[in-house]
Structures are given as C-alpha cells and as structure tokens.
C-alpha cells in the first residue's frame, strides 16, 4: 500500500490540474485488549470467489503564489474487485481483476475537476479522467505466486493496447500493486509474537517520473476484534525518497518525507480488510516565479483501502 499511494501522488500531479498542482480522541468505552499469544497468520486467496474492495485517496497541498497561500484538494475513490480463479499444481493463483468504478474530485484552483466513469459524458475532461474512462470495466488477469510474494501480469501487451494513453500511467507494474498491496509485504510464515518486527524496502520505477525508495517496517501490534471480525493489527512506517529521471518532464524531488500505516489482517479469512495510511512530505520543484529559489509544496495524503465483500463467483 505505501507505495501504490506514492505513485498515485505522481499520476495526479502530473495529469490533474494546473502545473502547480502536481481531536482530540477521547474513548469513553475501554479498548479490548490485544491477544499477546503468537500467532500464526497466512495471506491466501480463496478459489471461486471474489472480493470488492474499495481506496480512498485523498491529498491536500498548500501553494504559495505572490504571496497568497493556496490550499488545493483532491479525492480519488476506485472500486475493484478481484475474482479468484483457481490455483495451478506449483500453487500459483490466477485473479482476474477489474476496476468497477472510479470517481475523481479535484479542486485545484482555478481548475475543478469532477469525474465519475459511470457518467463519463458528465464532468469535465483531463488526462487523468479519460484514462480512468479507458480502465474503468476492463479485466486483466494477474498470477500469484505460491507464497503470494510475486505477481505477474498475463497478456499485458494485449491489455496495454486495449486501454491505449492509459497505459502510459497505468503500467504493469501498477497493474501488479493493486493485487499486492491488499497483503502484507514480507509477511512471515512463523508464529508471530505481538510487538515482532520485520523490515520493508522496496525501489520502484515511476512511470515518465523517477525513482521511488520506500524503507521502514513492519509490527506486529496484536490480535482483537476490530468492526465485528478477529483481526491481527499491524503498524507500519517508513521513510520515503524520490529521485526524478533525467528526462522527467517534471523534475520532483521530496523533502521530510515519512508515511505511517495501520492495517488489520482477518485472521479467519487471510486477507486485510482495513487499511489506513498517512503520508507527509513536501514536493520540491523548480520555482516559475523566481529561479533562485525551489519551489515547496507541503503536502499531505490519506488513504484507506477497506475490503468490502466477499462473494462467490456466478
């Protein structure tokens, strides 16, 4: 999940908007204790049904323009599902994936952007809206391996041509992280004690945008009933670093830039149902209005991905 929700920060600030755009709690009811027995947990897939899931994303970001601070929004809510087809004799599970509906909000001034790929005639129309348009009910067909760690795409030329400029953006390795990021990265296949850790990292190519480093790790925090299921918690947080192309029409960097992520893993089911992610960071850029001094963009992002059902296939 950090580094799906990294990769969309690129997509959108690239294709949504103008170039600039790239409580206190207080629990009245006690928290159930978390089970401090080792647990084992494993990720699987059942064969014959399909699971809905859907993310939210929602970024904030505060531009300074001759003097005046701009706040600019934007909410992207995409509906998928994955259907499990059945498992080969190596163990290798076959998922057809496809993203139902995608809805896009953006207020970055002066640009408004609204855009539902169920109305597609509705709305205005950007880059971003009409590759959402081109995916949107279009199924691809993803391989796991054994130990659900890998992922391969089949066919993915044929699928690259069917959603033509989209596929610019939405590449094969995006088409391999919206299976991988519903599992936990490295998850280990022995007993877990709360509170074990074990390290994350991973490099990956952004498309006609850079390089992306995510390091950090993962807890585990405990087992409890989380909205009515038994659910092992994780934590998660990581350092984020980006380091643009050469030929990158947008050349960004970041500064500060953390993520924090807590998820629960259904222990019954093998599968995350709840995810929630926070990112900050700042974009660095260079500055149209004054070339000796980088532009910063403070920005902010939260994500929460949930599975929503599971069904079988008809």
């Not at 190596?90 to 496809?98: D, F, L, P, Q, S």
């Not at 087992?223 to 350092?239: I, K, N, R, T």
Request: glycine content about 6%; charged content about 20%; overall charge neutral.
């Amino acid at each position: 999940m950090l580094f799906h929700a990294v990769t969309l920060m690129f997509t959108r600030l690239r294709h949504v908007g103008a170039p600039l755009v790239l409580a206190l709690g207080v629990a009245f009811l006690p928290r159930p204790a978390l089970a401090l027995e080792p647990v084992t947990l494993k990720q699987h897939w059942v064969p014959g049904k399909i699971y809905h899931f859907i993310n939210d994303d929602h970024m904030e970001t505060e531009v300074t323009v001759m003097n005046q601070q701009i706040t600019q929004r934007s909410d992207t809510v995409t509906s998928y599902s994955c259907a499990v087809q059945g498992a080969d004799d190596a163990g290798r599970v076959r998922i057809t994936v496809t993203i139902d509906r995608m809805t896009i909000n953006a207020d970055a001034t002066p640009q408004r952007v609204s855009f539902d790929s169920a109305r597609p005639e509705v709305g205005n129309t950007t880059p971003a809206t009409a590759a959402a348009a081109r995916l949107a009910g279009k199924p691809f067909n993803v391989v796991l391996n054994e130990r659900n760690q890998t992922a391969e795409v089949q066919d993915w030329a044929r699928f690259a041509q069917e959603i033509g400029p989209a596929a610019t953006t939405f590449t094969e390795a995006s088409a391999r992280e919206i299976v991988l990021q519903t599992m936990i990265k490295g998850l280990p296949f022995h007993p877990l004690r709360p509170f074990e850790n074990w390290p994350m990292q991973q490099t990956v190519e952004v498309p006609q945008a850079g390089t992306l480093q995510v390091r950090g790790g993962y807890t585990l925090r405990g087992v409890e009933m989380h909205e009515g299921f038994l659910c092992a918690e994780f934590g998660a947080d990581a350092q984020l670093s980006f380091e643009p192309f050469s030929n990158a029409p947008l050349k960004v960097r970041m500064e500060n830039a953390s993520a924090s992520e807590t998820s629960w893993m259904d222990v019954q089911l093998g599968m995350l149902r709840y995810i929630s992610l926070v990112e900050n960071y700042s974009l660095v850029m260079a500055n149209p209005m004054d070339r000796s001094q980088p532009l910063r963009i403070p920005s902010k992002r939260w994500v929460k991905s949930t599975l929503d059902r599971v069904e079988d296939i008809r």
